[in-house]
């Protein structure tokens, strides 16, 4: 019975919350109309993710009806933005960050500058986005390599400056090569950090991309809150808002995993 509660503790607490929702907006503490009770809510995602038109099954197969959804295409506008930006800002990042922290004149050439432009939020760039890229994907894609590089960038030049000097002086008193030190010492002990720097930096372009579809593209999660604060759907927004975070949990989900398969020799994940 233990053994069943500690699974399913976090669920019991996520419908208790939900109870205490309905309770207070049934009781009337809440206007309804600011804070939509659960069902409500739940009503508004369904009707978001399910299409808006019967469906004809002499205008498409059963399939086009399922992805037919707004919701459906409203993810899958924003998570296509999220990993577009997210790759590259990831492919950008982690060469950098490798030489910046294996060679310390590079280290030194470049820090000043990336220290300059790594406070600046993402969101400060959305009018040189817009003026430079127009609307659309481009600015938004734009936004999110930013919102992702960073993390990656420095978390990768942290692994490899963590790298233990006793593991450099032994595989040079072995003969290796600096190649071979590169491939076979730093680049494996500084995956933790670049796989950590992944995952906060895919997060962080998930944030990104809801700002930016606010203000430059005329879809998405992003754009579709904003379109339902325009005329007061209090939930519809709410149910964005669930949408998202089920989508970035089941992100942050999939990175985990990602993580322990690759990191299975590390200690501390082995069982």
Not at 61 to 66: A, I, S, V
């Amino acid at each position: 019975m233990m053994g069943w509660f500690q699974r399913f503790k976090g669920v019991l607490l996520i419908l208790v919350v939900l109870s205490l929702w309905e309770a207070i907006v049934m009781l009337g503490w809440v206007n309804a109309k600011i804070l939509p009770p659960p069902h409500a809510v739940a009503i508004k995602w369904w009707e978001y993710l399910t299409p808006q038109q019967p469906y004809d099954p002499e205008s498409g197969n059963r399939m086009d009806w399922l992805l037919s959804g707004e919701l459906i295409q409203d993810a899958m506008g924003s998570l296509y933005r999220v990993l577009a930006g997210f790759v590259i800002g990831t492919v950008l990042a982690i060469p950098l960050g490798l030489m910046m922290g294996a060679s310390p004149p590079a280290y030194q050439l470049c820090n000043p500058l990336l220290q300059i432009l790594r406070p600046i939020p993402p969101i400060a760039y959305i009018p040189l986005a817009i003026l430079w890229f127009g609307l659309g994907n481009p600015p938004a894609i734009f936004l999110i390599v930013i919102g992702a590089f960073f993390p990656v960038l420095m978390n990768t030049i942290a692994g490899v400056r963590a790298v233990d000097g006793i593991f450099l002086r032994a595989a040079r008193n072995l003969g290796a090569s600096q190649a071979t030190i590169f491939m076979r010492v730093i680049l494996p002990a500084s995956t933790p950090y670049i796989l950590t720097g992944m995952r906060i930096g895919i997060g962080t372009a998930f944030i990104v991309v809801i700002v930016a579809e606010m203000i430059a593209v005329n879809n998405g999660l992003g754009f579709r809150i904003l379109e339902a604060r325009e005329y007061f759907w209090s939930d519809k927004i709410i149910a964005g808002m669930l949408s998202i975070g089920l989508i970035g949990l089941a992100i942050d989900q999939a990175m985990s995993l990602l993580n322990n398969h690759l990191l299975r020799w590390h200690r501390g994940l082995e069982h």
